[in-house]
């Protein structure tokens, strides 16, 4: 059992991980007081069950910890929608800053310079989603727009595995393009945050992998880490600018935080150890479990169908546009996963 205990902290990545988990325990005992931090997690003991899931999907792929609280809490626990996307923002600020650590950690390969240039994006997008446009559309178009527009996503991903294309490690030229796509991507993914609390990661991951044609071994650590910074910056303008992170969901977020913070950085700890196949089919079934619930759960009324068939048809074409641009602009040069994994 010592040998084991040994060889766990002598693994870099875990080291740091249980360096962070005791540091966010610390300070969640301290600040809140012990009695008062174990009553509020037994009291909301369900949104701390829901983020177990949660985190280890945050961690291991681009889906984010949101994608899986959002629905959860509107759909099961009857939280508000507003209420539900300020918690994802808020949980994840923990949770994939979490993970991040970890992922540079374990010195796992990342596209660093779109890491910078869409953070500079999403900074105005989910100031803009949250302050601007939340207000101006309904609930259930926000949620079901979100749904058509990953749902659309996992489509055109079954279809890029089952033919046989060349992946990217890195993007190999960076001119000016580049950058200005860079920024719109993360104006835009900031924007769908900012609406729902979620959408940085994926919308981000998906312009990795159909336009840029990196791997999904590269794409899903890069989207954690862009998550992670759109996600503190959310929770800031709504902690201190908006000032609406109040009770109740600063006692459900309490009551989370030291469940994200163990379970995000296993989860990014697991992906690395997967084959690149099984981190897409993950990604895919969380995708389809998203939509069915969606289309289960919510009123499907006609201002919703009209709003989900239009999101769907948008972004169809628009991931489909990218997946053709990428073919086209593949270089004959670029090394292939296929010949390394």
Known sequence: MYSLFQLILSQRSIRYSLLCVLTVWTSWLIILEPSRAIYNLI?????????????????????????????????????????????????????????????VAMKTQVEWKLIRWVSLGGIPGIFMGTAFLAPLLPPEVIKISFTMMIGSFALILIHLNLTKNE?????????????????????????????????MDVFAYSVMVLLFGLCEKVSTPTSVILMAINAVTGFFIHHFILGDFVTPV???????????????????????????????WILISLIGIELLTSLLLIPLTTSVVSAGLFALILFTSFYYLMY???LRCSSPGVTSTSKLL
């Open 167 to 199: 992946r990217k490690f890195t993007i190999e030229h960076w001119g000016k393009r580049e950058k200005i796509l860079s920024l719109v991507v993360g104006l835009m993914g900031g924007m769908i945050s900012g609406l729902v609390g979620s959408g």
């Open 43 to 103: 009291e909301h003991w369900e949104f701390a069950f829901t983020m177990v899931f949660g985190s280890m999907v945050a961690g291991a792929t681009s889906m984010g910890g949101g994608a899986v609280a959002f629905p959860a809490l509107t759909k099961w626990l009857h939280v508000s929608p507003p209420d539900a996307k300020l918690f994802s923002l808020a949980i994840q600020s923990i949770g994939m800053s979490a993970a991040s650590f970890t992922i």
């Open 324 to 326: 053709r641009t990428k």
């Open 250 to 280: 600063s006692n459900y977020w309490l009551a989370a935080v030291p469940v994200v913070v163990v379970g995000a950085p296993a989860g990014a700890i697991l992906c690395s150890l997967m084959e690149r196949q099984m981190v897409v």
